[in-house]
């Protein structure tokens, strides 16, 4: 069935606006798709894409292909492992303490980022807080130093083989932990749209850039887990990738894991891959509250500008019904926001006007529900982490 503004207005009729939404359908197939394209290799399901436990159980739970978790706070870690969730990796460092202290409680320790020495003492005072023995990652940099150009993200310190031994000396030197894993994500290919509608001629210096970027990212990668076998150290897993580069990621034989999530609800800033389309299946919904003048609507709200570098590529996108446009001087707005609309879908007062975030799971900061749709219709309202933890 099309999904139209009539398919999700009827699905949603007599709900209260604002709301977030995820079409169950969709998803999986988006998950599906995934899968598919991790061409055989797991996927971690990086949490940060999704933060809402109903959506992650469910995923796990129904699609072969998908096992552990990638968490990015550490709260969130000690309550999904709470929730009898295993296999959850730290993606960022934790610094914190008594968060740290959290993360090493037996029986089930979480695995933890580190990328220096220092990390490694602070994860080996936790865990000898509770006699424990606590798996670290190593989190490799994958960006690349170009001339004038820094193509990646300001990350890891770890960049060599050296760097990388110096640290598992390091953890090797220190009581109750170990070297468990290495994680290697290349930014500048799976998060770097190669077709945006909003980059013009710049595309096609981002795919030059990430054609030639493939090879030296899968060759410093390889070399800092070779580098790491031939020091003895036996890796439990090595993860790599993201939504935008599973096809590219796959291929490096050094990646026993992938990690992805956006494109489970696929997000308006996966529009601009060329090599993929998934479906979108998360969206919020706002209602007309104002009519200023003809062909003008004013919506309620709808002011959820996605983290990053700020731009038009970080606002909500109109989705439903086709042909609505933003004002490019107003843009949303945090209590209203103005559109151009001048197509057939009647939009009275209190009608609802649909979105997309331009991001995944930070539309669940904004809501502490979300509407759960099947077949056209609402079958369940789950919290989001914010309604389920404040």
């Given at each position: 069935m099309p999904r139209d503004h009539a398919y999700y207005a009827k699905a949603l009729e007599g709900r209260r606006l604002p709301l977030a939404f995820v079409d169950l359908d969709l998803l999986k197939d988006n998950a599906t798709a995934l899968v598919r394209r991790a061409g055989g290799k797991p996927i971690r399901l990086a949490t940060k894409s999704v933060r809402c436990v109903s959506l992650i159980r469910r995923v796990l739970e129904t699609v072969p292909g998908f096992q552990g978790l990638m968490c990015y706070r550490p709260d969130e870690a000690v309550r999904l492992r709470e929730r009898g969730l295993t296999n959850l990796l730290m993606g960022y460092p934790v610094v914190?303490?008594?968060?740290?202290?959290?993360?090493?409680?037996?029986?089930?320790?979480v695995t933890l980022m580190v990328d220096c020495a220092e990390h490694v003492e602070l994860a080996a005072r936790a865990a000898q807080r509770h006699g424990a023995r606590v798996p670290l990652c190593l989190d490799v940099d994958l960006s690349l130093d170009l001339p004038g150009l820094w193509f990646g993200v300001y990350r890891s310190p770890v960049r060599t083989p050296e760097d990388a031994l110096k640290v598992a000396r390091a953890i090797a030197a220190s009581e109750g932990v170990f070297?468990?894993?290495?994680?290697?994500?290349?930014?500048q290919l799976a998060g770097v749209p190669d077709a945006s509608p909003f980059a013009g001629m710049k595309n096609l210096a981002v795919r030059a850039l990430q054609r030639g970027a493939?090879?030296?990212?899968?060759?410093r990668r390889a070399a800092i887990v070779r580098a790491l076998a031939d020091a003895g150290v036996s890796l439990s897993f090595v993860?790599?990738?993201?939504?935008?580069?599973?096809?590219?990621?796959?291929a490096d034989a050094s990646v026993t894991e992938l990690a992805a999530g956006s494109g489970l609800f696929s997000p308006a800033l996966f529009d601009g891959y060329r090599m993929f389309?998934?479906?979108?299946?998360?969206?919020?919904?706002?209602?007309?509250?104002?009519?200023p003048a003809p062909g003008i609507f004013t919506l309620q709200g709808g002011g959820f500008v996605a983290s990053g570098a700020a731009g038009p590529d970080k606002l909500p996108r109109p989705y439903l019904p086709e042909g609505v446009r933003l004002f490019p001087l107003e843009g949303v707005g945090e209590v209203q926001t103005p559109i151009a609309y001048?197509?057939?879908?009647p939009l009275p007062l209190g009608a609802p006007v649909f979105f997309r975030h331009a991001k995944a799971g930070e539309l669940c900061e904004h809501f502490r529900t979300l509407l759960l749709l099947s077949e056209g219709r609402v079958v369940e309202e789950v919290p989001t982490y914010r309604g389920e933890w404040g």
């Open positions: 914190d303490p008594e968060a740290l202290a959290e993360l090493c409680r037996p029986p089930s320790p070297l468990a894993g290495v994680m290697g994500y290349e930014a493939v090879r030296a990212v899968h060759a993860n790599g990738g993201g939504t935008g580069s599973l096809e590219s990621t796959r389309r998934h479906q979108p299946a998360a969206a919020f919904a706002i209602p007309v509250t104002r009519r001048e197509g057939p879908v």
